[in-house]
Every structure is written in structure tokens, then in C-alpha cells.
């Protein structure tokens, strides 16, 4: 127990001296703010309760928000399609052989490692550079990172389905597919399901800062109304973003809450 203590405080004072060390990196000496900045943050979060609800504007809103979910449901379908077989197979459930099931867990979770390890507006570049500008660059943007970080999810919850109800239908048994589809699989459906749906959140704001590097959507219209000083007009953009991720967040619970009945 004394071990442990000791552990935690030598991560506190490994922290704090990073912590200490990245201030002390900071030239102190150039300003740090613009100066007509505070200027700017008055005048935007002035028009954050005079947003602009004109007909057109709600009109363009409504377009921009449809065209920013089906980036991201498309880019969390094409994650689907790759993280749950790795996940399956990064859990190491389906294989018997020691050998075999090392060979294939350290292999795929490296894959999952390097999918999530790209960021995917870095991705974004990379498909734009080869494709053009396309809605299929930001699908394969969104789904190979976020397949990678699915997949390692999943893995872990595979992993963590308790083992006395699986044993019951080895006993029976059951092989080790039927055991997954019948037993695991079913335990960790609701956990796996709240996760995609905090995806499916995290992917709709991704599919909105896309939006930036010329993708068209919520956040293209966003970046113009900061561009044209419209601070009403932007605010009303960024109210549909975050009713979307409301949505989604109320549709993830009463999912969640029908998989558990």
C-alpha cells in the first residue's frame, strides 16, 4: 500500500513539473492577446442573444445541419464496418489456440493503433490530396479513425463480459462462434451501443470542423459568418450543431434503455 502512495505521488510530481515546464516554454514577452480581442469577444458573445432567425437563414441552417449528420452517420457506418469485426477479433475471444490468438490480437489492435493514431483532419488532407474535395473524403476521414478507436473499444468489452454465463453454454456445447453471438456479443451490446452513439456526438461535431478545410456543412457556414463579422447569423449556426448533438444524445438513451429491457 506504502508502493502505491509512493507511485501517485511521483505521477502528481512528474505532472506538475510538466506542467511547470510548459509555462516556463511560453515567451512570456510577446502579447499573448490580440489587442483589439476582448473588443471581438465582447461584440460575439453580444449577438449570443440576438441570434439571426430570418426565413433564408433557417433555411441555409437546415441544409447545412442535414448535410453535417449524413458526413457523419456515413463516416460512422463505414467505423462500424471496420471495428466491430477487428474488435472481435482484437479481443482475442474467437480463437482457442495460445499461438494463433497472440498472433491475431497483437496484429489487429497494431491496425486499430494505427487507424486512431491519425487524427482525422490529417486523414482529411490526405484523401483530399489524393481524391479532391469530395463528400467521400470526409466519410473515409471520420471512419478509419473512428473505426480504430471503435474497435479498441469494443475489444475491451468483449473482454469484460463476465465468464460464468459463457461457461454454461460451453458446457452445453456451444463453440466459440455461437458462445460469441449468443452470450458476448448480447452482454456487451448495450455498453457498445452508448459508446457509437458518444461517436456518432463526437462525429458530428468532427463533421462540422471538417467543414473548415472546405467540406460543406454546419461548419462552412459557421466559418463564413465569422468571416463576414455576422455574429448573430454564426450563433445561429452553432445552436442547430449543438441541438443535433442533443438529439443524438436523447435518441442514444431511449436506444440504450430498450436494448437493456
Known amino acids: ?37 476582448l473588443n471581438a469577444v465582447g461584440e460575439i458573445f453580444g449577438d449570443l442573444v440576438h441570434p439571426e432567425l430570418s426565413f433564408g437563414i433557417l433555411s441555409d441552417a437546415i441544409g447545412a445541419a ?26 482475442g475471444v474467437l480463437a482457442r489456440r495460445s499461438a494463433s490468438r497472440l498472433a491475431l490480437v497483437s496484429s489487429t489492435r497494431f491496425v486499430l493503433a494505427f487507424f486512431r493514431s491519425i487524427h482525422e483532419l490529417v486523414w482529411a488532407w490526405l484523401f483530399i490530396a489524393a481524391a479532391g474535395l469530395s463528400p467521400m473524403a470526409a466519410v473515409l476521414a471520420l471512419g478509419i479513425p473512428y473505426g480504430g478507436i471503435l474497435g479498441r473499444i469494443y475489444a475491451d468489452l468483449l473482454n469484460d463480459v463476465p465468464e460464468a454465463p459463457l461457461r454454461a453454454l460451453r458446457n452445453s456445447g456451444a463453440s466459440e462462434w455461437r458462445v460469441f453471438w449468443h452470450g458476448r456479443l448480447p452482454m456487451a451490446l448495450p ?26 456543412g454546419l461548419g462552412r457556414e459557421i466559418q463564413l459568418s465569422l468571416d463576414d463579422l455576422a455574429y448573430g447569423r454564426m450563433w445561429t449556426f452553432v445552436f442547430f450543431l449543438a441541438a443535433l448533438v442533443v438529439l443524438v444524445d436523447v435518441w442514444s438513451s431511449v436506444v440504450r434503455k430498450r436494448v437493456e429491457v
Open 66 to 91: 442535414w448535410e453535417t449528420v449524413a458526413y457523419a452517420v456515413a463516416g460512422l457506418t463505414l467505423a462500424l464496418l471496420i471495428g466491430l469485426p477487428l474488435g472481435a477479433v482484437a479481443s
Open 1 to 37: 500500500m506504502a508502493g502505491l502512495f509512493e507511485g501517485r505521488r511521483l505521477l502528481t510530481l512528474a505532472l506538475l513539473g510538466a506542467f511547470a515546464w510548459s509555462l516556463a516554454s511560453v515567451s512570456w514577452s510577446d502579447r499573448l492577446v490580440h489587442p483589439g480581442g
Open 191 to 216: 455498453d457498445m451501443l452508448s459508446y457509437s452513439f458518444y461517436r456518432l456526438e463526437c462525429g458530428i461535431r468532427s463533421a462540422a470542423i471538417m467543414s473548415f478545410i472546405g467540406l460543406g
